[in-house]
Structure formats: structure tokens, C-alpha cells
């Protein structure tokens, strides 16, 4: 019998499960975020939107008091993110759940932060922290990361390659526009180092997609998501003076 050739979801879901990172960025990275913020206390509640594996909700851990509930629609990363807190002695703090972005399943009202690393874009900018705005607390934050374009040049490979990927970019500008829209007073935004997308994300996900190469020898799809990754790689040496991600904060006015 012919082996069935994985699927492109498939493949992403199996070249990300192991690593610590399913995005660009770094610890300093979020340590810059975090000072950024108000203070928090034992009671406080942070949501992690499109947590992944947890990578990022370990540190955040590290850092925040109280409790933290890390959201993604994928259950096997949720299920890894909840054997990382079990080892770290953190299952009674924090807990992954499979939801999704744009329709969250906490009270209105009871979150006093809201973290997204790399994900809003995956339901659009606006859309994304027009909807979460009703979950925070008044005078809560939010703190997001996502691609955004640097400068007025916006070279159209760059934009088609996204557009494909089902995202878009939109001038830092606008985005801090759009937070102001939607009820948060903007408080800071930083654009991610180039050592968070290479060393941070495409060095560890291009060892994993060579494993993947080697499991499914011979596999058009594999090596039709091989490109597409290294075409993603490509296009950020060539234009990385145009875009970029970047951390926006705000706060819940």
C-alpha cells in the first residue's frame, strides 16, 4: 500500500511540536516587553493568545505573579505546554486550553493582560485587539507582536508571500492608529532584533524540517514545505530593512 503523504498543516504541526519557539522572538525580547508594564499581583489573570508549545509562557512565569492560562487551537501543542508547566512545577499557575483567538472563552472583563507573540495577524490586527479589548480589566494590557512594515517601500514579493500565507503587513503607524481605535492608550512598541528571527526561529525550524526530509524520503509535499520555508528565510535576508515584527503595548482605557 502507498503511504499517504502528509499534509502541509501536518507538517507544520510536526516540525514545530519540538521547538521551544513556533515564532520569531527571544527571551530579551520579552523581558523588554514586560517593562513596559504596570505592576501585577498573585490575583492577576495573563492570557497567552496562540501559545504554542509554551516557549514563551515559561518565561512569562518566571516574571508574572498569578495565574496563566496560555490559548491555542492546536491540542498537541496545548498538550505540550501543559507537560512543560508539570515540570517546572507550575501546573497549579499555569494552564494551556485549545480555544480560539476570535472568540475567546474567558468573562468579559477578567483578564489583566493579554499576551500574543506572533499570532494576531493569523485574524488581523484590528480584528484581534478589538475583540480582546472586552476581555481586559480597565487599565489592563496588552502586549502582541506581529509583522509590520518599516518603511513606505514595501517590495510587492514580500507582500504577495504574506498575503499568500494568508496575513498582511501594515506600517507600525497604523497599527498604534488601531490600538488607539479600540480603546487602549498606547504606551510602546519595538521592533524584534534580527537575532529573534534567525537564531530565535529559522536556524532551529530548518534543522527540524531536515529531519522531516529524511522521515519522508522521496515526499513531494515535504519538500514543497521545505521551499516555502526557505523562501520565508530568503525573502527576510533581502528585505529585512523593510519589515519586520514587532511588540506593541497598550493599556485599557
Known amino acids: 500500500m502507498e503511504n499517504k503523504q502528509p499534509t502541509f ?4 504541526l510536526e516540525a514545530h ?18 517593562k513596559f508594564l504596570g505592576p501585577l499581583d498573585g490575583s492577576s489573570v495573563t492570557a497567552d493568545l496562540g ?6 509562557t515559561m518565561i512569562l512565569a518566571e516574571h508574572l505573579p498569578g495565574t496563566i492560562v496560555g490559548l491555542d487551537m ?17 501546573e497549579g499557575r499555569v494552564k494551556g486550553i485549545v480555544g480560539k483567538m476570535e472568540a475567546l472563552p474567558f468573562v468579559k472583563g477578567s483578564l489583566d493582560l493579554i499576551w500574543s507573540e506572533g499570532a494576531v495577524d493569523n485574524i488581523g490586527f484590528r480584528e484581534g485587539v478589538s475583540h480582546w479589548r472586552g476581555f481586559l480589566k480597565q487599565g489592563g494590557y496588552i502586549a502582541v507582536s506581529c509583522p509590520s512594515w518599516f518603511t513606505k517601500e514595501r517590495p510587492d514579493v514580500v507582500e504577495r508571500f504574506w498575503a499568500d500565507a ?28 534580527e537575532e529573534c528571527w534567525i537564531e530565535g526561529y529559522f536556524s532551529p525550524r530548518e534543522k527540524a524540517i531536515g529531519k522531516l526530509i529524511e522521515k519522508y524520503d522521496n ?27 514587532v511588540f506593541y503595548i497598550g493599556k485599557a482605557v
Do not use: W
Open 51 to 56: 501559545c504554542g508549545t509554551g516557549g514563551q
Open 9 to 12: 498543516l501536518e507538517l507544520l
Open 219 to 245: 515526499c513531494d509535499t515535504v519538500r514543497e514545505y521545505a521551499e516555502l520555508n526557505r523562501k520565508e528565510v530568503g525573502l527576510y535576508r533581502d528585505y529585512k530593512q523593510h519589515y519586520g515584527y
Open 74 to 90: 492546536f491540542p498537541d501543542f496545548v498538550k505540550r505546554l501543559n507537560e512543560r508547566a508539570k515540570t517546572n512545577g507550575l
Open 166 to 193: 494568508g496575513s498582511r503587513l501594515d506600517p507600525v503607524e497604523k497599527n498604534i492608529e488601531i490600538m488607539k481605535d479600540c480603546g487602549y492608550a498606547f504606551v510602546a512598541a519595538f521592533a524584534l532584533p
Open 17 to 34: 511540536i519540538d521547538l521551544e519557539r513556533q515564532g520569531p522572538g527571544s527571551r530579551g525580547a520579552i523581558e523588554q516587553a514586560l
